[in-house]
Each structure stands twice: as C-alpha cells, then as structure tokens.
C-alpha cells in the first residue's frame, strides 16, 4: 500500500506504483488543474510540490514535474497541486500577484507558475527577484513573452520581504501565501511508515527524469522500487575523497556548501543542464545508468576521474571507474539488481582548475549538441595530472584518455594545447544527427577545447584561436 498526502487528503492506494503522478492527479483523483503537457520535464504545466519531512518538524518542499515521476516516489511525502493552494474565500498571493501583473495569458500553463512561485516562498530563506525567476525557470508559456509574468515574479518577491523565517509557516499562512492546512502536514507525515523496499519491484527507478520521457506508458503496469529506499542520499568528505550517494539529486549538488567550495562556478554549470523542477527530481546516479552519450552529469564527472561504488540486493560490493562503466552506446557495466550505492573523487586544491562548457540549440533546457569538463592540476606551469570529457562525439560519454595521457607531464603553453586538439580529433567519431553535423560536432569539440584554457588561463594564448 503506497501512502501520501495529497493536499489535504490521505492517500492509501494499491494501484500499480510505475503509474506517473500527473496520471494519477488527473485520473484517479480528478484534480484538473495540474495540466498534461509536453509530458517530457519541459513545459513544467504539470509542476506540482513534493514535500519530504525532515530536521526539526519541518517538511521540504520543492517543485518537480509530475508527468515524469512514479507514484512509487510520492511515499511519504506532501504532493501539492494548485488545488491544494486555494483559499477559501480569496486568491493566495501567487494567483493575485499573476491576475495584478496580467500575466495569466491563456492560462494554460499559470497552475505551473502559481505552485512554482509558491514553492519559492516555502524555501525558509527571503528570496530575490532572481531566485524567483530560477524557480519557474521550467515553466514555460507558448502565448507571448514573459515580462507580465516577471513583473509578477518580481511583486511576489517584494511581498515577501518581511517574511519571519522563524516562524515560517505561520507567516505565510496569516499573509495567505499557502492554506491553513499546512500547519499540520509535519505531524500528518509521521505516522506514514516510510519503509517501501519490501514492496515486490520491475524496476529501480531514481528520480525518472529520462525514463518517464521513454517508457511513461509501459512503465505504468509495473511496480517500481524507489532507489531512495535502497541508496543514500548525502554528500559528505572523508581523506580529501568527496562521496556523493547514489540518490543525490542534482538540486542537492546546486544547494551543497562543499560544491560551492570547491567548484565557484557550479551554479553557472547547473543552469546549462536543465530546470529547477528537473534539478530537484533528477539524480546524478540516474544520469550515469541513463548513458546517453551527452549526459551532462557523467560528462562533469568524467572529468573528476569519478570513481562508483556499486552494491547488489545482497549486499554484495564492488568499485568501478566511471570511464569504464560506460561499455557502448546505452550498455553499462551494471548487472541485475545492483545499484550505484556512492560516487567519489580527489577533491580539487589550490593548484588546480575544472571546468564544463556545453553547446545546445537553445542555451538552456536543451540537450547538448557537444559538452565537455577538464580537469588540471599544475606545478608551475607545468601540467602534472589532467581529466578531458567530450560528449556528443561517440557512441558513450567520451573520456579521453590519449589526449589527457598526450598532456600529462607537458608545459601549459599554446603549442601543446594546439598539438592536443588533433590528438582529441583523432579520438572522437561523431555522427550526423539532429544535432548537428559530423563537421559542426568536431568543430565544437575544437572550440570548446579551446574555451576551458580561455577561460582559465587565458594568458597562454597570444592570438585568437
């Protein structure tokens, strides 16, 4: 029996828990205004909030997309939709500053923008204008452009600029951001067991950002097992190794102090991968198992020479490199009933510089045409150890080992680097697809090879490239 709350009704059902959430929203309990879409992650008309309980008495909530996500992974959570956010009497804060700013359009897509929107207030910090436009940054409208809704979004976030984040809740309550109801979810979620992994499963299923765009239709007459139930999800240091669990969403890596430490432009990387709804539900695990040969996560960590730790069912345990996980296009080293348990790598220190660029037809939500990371460490100016990642230009996610072995031990100059592209040419085989060309693919494998050196130690270069 799967059990959530959903608004403000318990939910215990036995239906077949591979069924997406929009699916069961929609069609098993009515609720209309939780819109179906492009049923991809990309038009964010099916955003709901998903609220966990955590330290303190104190649930999280953050905005995911309902149509790529199993009903398995609403166990034990609040899900809301944008009925769960009307009050009685009035509209809440989101809906009015939307009707203020004439900024519902069609409407269509305005429940995305309102849970979204609500879902910022519900962070526990003061917002800026800028948060709130990452917040509905995978909501898209198709009727005109956005600056009535930038207005609104910049109206909310000055409404909530007395917040009282020590009582949080309350405030938002009295300030009629969110229902009443609120106030007791924390004390409704405790006596939800929380256990789901003895349930019989078909599939291990993370944050199904990749195969809810695939497999939604089959999947809905399996019964998933969440890898939540089975995997950690926590990132923590031991001996200069970073070990990042095997659930950790992508979200949690943007909101993580060691990342921000350790990679000052993260948040610039993240912003090219994809939206918020999608950083909060897509794990990075996930990304590895999905092997698409332009996963932007396997790329970034590619280039940390990551290593996986993977355990089976039985507990049985093994250690793989991540550029040997990867054996042909969507064939991984990964057999039966084994999960990634951990990710690790060599935290970066003050002699090194990492980098990720990434080419796609639209500068975000898109998927790549080519991306790639590099990792160097100097002395001097010498390179003593370095990582190159390229995808888009194999049938895997590409790390390239003749290029980084050419670089090893070499001088960081301009004629070296020069000498490494037609290594780095010599070791892709790029294809025509809908992303470009062979010629245009190895042009931004060159180019952007280039860029991470300008980027760092632009010095090296006396001329345009």
């Not at 898109?366 to 990792?375: E, H, L, R």
């Amino acid at each position: 029996m799967i059990e959530f709350i959903l608004n403000n009704d318990h939910i215990k059902t036995d239906i077949k828990t591979g069924v997406s959430l929009l699916s069961f929203i929609r069609n098993h309990r009515g609720l209309k205004g939780t819109k179906a879409g492009c049923k991809e992650g990309d038009c964010g008309a099916c955003t709901v909030l998903s609220g966990t309980l955590g330290e303190n008495n104190t649930v999280d909530y953050k905005s995911i997309v309902s149509c790529l996500t199993p009903l398995a992974n609403a166990h034990g959570k609040h899900i809301v939709t944008i009925e769960g956010l009307n009050l009685d009497k009035t509209l809440n804060t989101s809906q009015q500053v939307i009707k203020d700013n004439y900024a519902t359009q069609c409407g269509f897509c305005t429940p995305g923008f309102v849970v979204s929107l609500t879902g910022l207030a519900l962070k526990g910090k003061k917002p800026d204008y800028y948060d709130a436009i990452d917040a509905f940054s995978g909501n898209i409208c198709r009727c005109t452009g956005y600056k009535s809704i930038e207005k609104a979004a910049k109206d909310f976030v000055v409404r909530l600029d007395d917040i009282d984040l020590n009582k949080n809740i309350d405030w938002l309550i009295e300030n009629k951001f969110i229902p009443g109801y609120f106030k007791d979810i924390p004390q409704r979620l405790k006596i939800i067991d929380n256990d789901f992994e003895s349930r019989v499963h078909d599939e291990f299923i993370a944050g199904g950002t990749d195969i809810y765009v695939r497999y939604a239709d089959k999947l809905t007459d399996k019964d998933i097992s969440r890898v939540a139930d089975l995997v950690p999800n926590k990132i923590f240091i031991k001996n200069d190794i970073c070990y990042i669990g095997g659930n950790t969403t992508v979200a949690d890596i943007w909101h993580n102090d060691i990342f921000s430490k350790y990679f000052s432009d993260l948040k610039k990387y993240l912003k090219l991968i994809s939206s918020e709804q999608i950083r909060n539900s897509a794990t990075i695990a996930g990304n590895f198992v999905n092997a698409s040969p332009i996963g932007d996560m396997s790329i970034f960590f590619l280039a940390l020479d990551s290593s996986l730790r993977l355990v089976d069912l039985n507990g049985e345990k093994r250690k793989i490199a991540l550029k040997d996980f990867f054996i042909d296009y969507k064939k991984i080293d990964l057999k039966e009933n084994e999960l990634i348990e951990f990710i690790e790598f060599e935290l970066p220190d003050n002699n090194t510089f990492f980098n990720f660029e990434k080419v796609s037809k639209r500068t975000h939500l898109d998927i790549a045409s080519v991306n790639t990371a590099v990792f160097v460490k100097t002395t001097g100016n010498k390179i003593t150890k370095i990582h190159i990642s390229l995808g888009g230009v194999s049938a895997i996610p590409k790390y390239l080992n003749r290029t980084s072995e050419f670089l090893t031990d070499k001088e960081l100059n301009k004629e070296n680097i020069l000498k490494a592209v037609e290594i780095l040419q010599s070791e892709i085989s790029p294809i025509d697809d809908i992303r470009g060309s062979i010629k245009y693919k190895r042009l931004l494998a060159k180019q952007l090879f280039f860029a991470h050196f300008m980027s760092k130690v632009p010095d090296i270069f006396d001329e345009q490239l």
